[in-house]
């Protein structure tokens, strides 16, 4: 029965994001991206002649496999090249569902598999990243395919199958090949080889555990072998140099960007400035309370149940491996506090495998030989919180990336304490909104000429949410229209509103009738008061990677 629930769970996420992946919008990244993968195709249809994908702006510090592949798509399916690139984003994230279902089907039994699909489905972050994060979605979704190898290469150990063997090295050579931080993945596996030999050494001896992990390493050689390939094509500047991959760490290893402000917890703060607590922080007000709380209980537990010297050997391995896929990233971002913006984008890979933590946590709460009040109690929360979610996302839509809990006080309360639509997907309804004015008054540029579009946000997706009758600019000097995200960056404007893009008490984005107007700047950014100088205004934030 909870396998069929899964799977209808699939499909009707499946059917709801074919019907509405048009709506979202384009951000500051979406142009630059579909660039990059066009460049790579260029790049292997020349026969490796044309080399602009190595050395593309910052994009070929990473892996452009979903780039590539939207590029491809866009040419065979009857979508414009976005509404591609959406759909694709959209079977990506389906697919990620999908692997950490069979994740925790495995190491918790159907309904733990069941519990935590349903979870990471009706869970805005993952579900509104899905459609628009060409970068961390993706290495998401690669990252929990290489722990689903990895679990069933401790499953299986010290044999693993070649169906193991194919995962994990695809799930790697996806995630390396996607993000130089698939390298957590590895220190997970580490830690759980290095518990699964020392609990075989105390039980069997150190000789025998160590030729049980020679054999063991020895049959990885062609997962080994397969991530580099798959590495390889999706991330061709990572193989053209042996170096290049240490080349990157040492890239991210600083902020190599000019510094800009970002809202966080109602201050301005440059990114290298955010406080170690940015990610827990935000993880604890931006994830349904349910699915926090069950995912903290569950990697407790699973921790404790690895503690345990009652329990197989293996089976205190996969918990390790699973609890480290999601605790280490926050850990080592606390204790070093490297650059942090644009919320928690960057951590979407511990989204699955908290699922997974909490379909075991809830699993083990319905177990029989629970207590009975438990068990209600749990039913009852699920019961509860799951449509409630759900009834928030609709309400979203399609900003559900930008969900804050009750802790927060849902998108109104944290309006004004944390940054709502930093990718400014609101400009197409914005867009949209403003060409229905117009054609609904029967208005048409005087002259013959566009309309010129002062746009506070990015310009390449207010350009294609316009059309061709539009011109943006960053000036609002002589322009006739504004089009101003709700971010603390953008002013609010002395002009007639023509519409508010709202969504569940918080304003997403404006348009303005400039016409007579004289508005000397869409920007307001106010200097960042420290300990020893006020820094000066930043520019307006423009293309960020």
């Given at each position: 029965m909870s396998d069929r629930l899964a799977i209808a769970t699939l499909a009707l996420v499946a059917l709801i994001a074919a019907l509405t992946f048009r709506d979202y919008g384009l951000g500051w990244d979406d142009y630059t991206h579909s660039q990059y993968g066009d460049l790579l195709l260029a790049f292997y249809t020349s026969g490796f002649k044309d080399r602009r994908a190595l050395e593309f702006?910052?994009?070929?510090?990473?892996?452009?496999?979903?780039?590539?592949?939207?590029?491809?798509l866009a040419k065979i399916l009857p979508f414009d090249l976005f509404e591609t690139r959406r759909l694709a984003g959209a079977a990506v994230g389906i697919a990620g569902l999908a692997v950490t279902w069979r994740i925790a089907r495995r190491v918790g039994g159907p309904?733990?598999?069941?519990?935590?699909?349903?979870?990471?489905a009706a869970c805005p972050l993952y579900y509104g990243h899905m459609f628009i994060n060409p970068k961390d979605a993706p290495f998401a979704v690669a990252m929990a395919v290489f722990l689903l190898g990895?679990?069933?290469?401790?499953?299986?150990?010290?044999?693993?199958?070649?169906a193991t063997l194919a995962i994990l090295g695809a799930g790697f050579g996806l995630s390396i090949g996607s993000r130089i931080m698939a390298g957590f993945g590895v220190l997970a596996a580490l830690g759980a080889f290095a518990l699964l030999l020392a609990l075989e050494a105390r039980a069997q001896g150190a000789r025998d555990a160590a030729a049980r992990l020679g054999a063991c390493l020895l049959r990885l050689l062609p997962a080994a072998v397969l991530a580099y390939a798959v590495m390889a094509a999706v991330w061709p500047w990572g193989v053209i140099d042996p170096l290049n991959p240490i080349r990157a760490i040492g890239v991210f290893s600083h902020f190599f960007e000019k510094p800009w402000q970002e809202l966080f917890d109602s201050a301005l703060l440059t990114p290298t400035e955010m406080p170690r607590r940015y990610v827990p922080q935000l993880t604890l007000l931006q994830l349904p309370?349910?699915?926090?709380?069950?995912?903290?209980?569950?990697?407790?537990?699973?921790?404790?149940?690895?503690?345990?010297?009652?329990?197989?050997?293996?089976?205190?391995?996969?918990?390790?491996?699973?609890?480290?896929?999601?605790?280490?990233?926050v850990l080592v971002t606390i204790a070093t506090?490297?650059?942090?913006?644009?919320?928690?984008r960057h951590f979407l890979f511990i989204l699955p495998p908290l699922a997974v933590c909490a379909g075991l946590a809830a699993e083990r709460a319905f177990r029989p030989e629970r207590s009975r009040m438990?068990?209600?109690?749990?039913?009852?929360?699920?019961?509860?919180a799951l449509p409630l979610q759900v009834v928030q996302m609709v309400r979203l839509h399609p900003y559900q990336y930008a969900s804050f809990n009750l802790l927060a006080g849902g998108a109104s309360g944290a309006r004004d304490r944390f940054m709502l639509d930093y990718w400014g997907l609101s400009l197409k309804q914005a867009a949209q909104a403003l060409r229905a004015q117009l054609t609904a008054r029967g208005e048409v540029a005087p002259d013959g000429r566009k309309w010129k579009v002062a746009v506070c946000g990015p310009h390449p997706g207010a350009r294609v949410a316009l059309g061709d009758a539009f011109e943006p600019t960053w000036e609002p000097k002589g322009a006739d229209f504004a089009l101003s995200l709700g971010e603390f960056y953008c002013?609010?404007?002395?002009?007639?509103q023509i519409v508010a893009v709202e969504r569940a008490g918080a304003i997403f984005a404006r348009a303005y009738d400039l016409r007579g107007r004289n508005?000397?700047?869409?920007?307001?950014?106010?200097?960042?008061?420290?300990?020893?100088?006020?820094l000066p205004p930043v520019d307006p934030p423009r293309r960020r990677e």
């Open positions: 702006v910052n994009l070929y510090l990473y892996g452009g496999g979903f780039d590539m592949a939207a590029a491809l309904l733990a598999g069941l519990i935590a699909l349903v979870l990471l990895l679990v069933r290469t401790l499953e299986e150990y010290p044999r693993p199958s070649p309370l349910v699915f926090n709380l069950l995912g903290m209980a569950g990697s407790g537990g699973m921790l404790v149940t690895a503690a345990r010297s009652s329990r197989p050997a293996r089976e205190r391995a996969i918990y390790v491996a699973v609890s480290l896929a999601m605790l280490l990233p506090r490297p650059a942090m913006y644009n919320g928690v438990l068990r209600i109690a749990l039913a009852a929360m699920l019961a509860v002013a609010k404007l002395d002009a007639p508005v000397p700047t869409l920007f307001t950014i106010p200097p960042v008061e420290r300990d020893d100088q006020a």
